[in-house]
């Protein structure tokens, strides 16, 4: 699933600054740390960065909680959407509308 929410340019930057801040941080491995891959992987980093610019978000290890805090901003705000992606989508290449300019 791909959220699109409305954000400032404000919001924008706070997001990229903070997950340019941890994109060379090797995260834990699972197997050998659960308990640090439960407070450090994609979806943290991800949850950390919505809060860092006041995105309403709990802070979660997993994307279940994660879509959870998204669809109740979207319905709490009247705003944003959702895109469903399947797994086996033969290519994501349109993908690049999302890039900025």
Not at 43 to 59: E, P
Not at 60 to 82: C, I, Y
Request: hydrophobic content about 40%; glycine content about 6%; aromatic content about 8%.
């Amino acid at each position: 699933m791909i959220y699109i929410l409305p954000t400032t340019p404000e919001q924008e930057a706070i997001m990229e600054e903070y997950l340019r801040g941890v994109w060379d941080d090797e995260m834990p491995n699972a197997r050998e740390d659960p308990a640090g891959a439960l407070k450090d992987n994609c979806n943290t980093r991800i949850s950390n960065a919505l809060k860092a610019a006041g995105i309403d978000v709990d802070i979660s290890a997993f994307p279940a909680f994660l879509q959870r805090d998204l669809e109740d901003v979207m319905r709490k705000n009247k705003t944003g959407f959702g895109l469903s992606h399947a797994k086996d989508a033969p290519d994501a290449s349109n993908y690049g509308i999302f890039d900025k300019p």
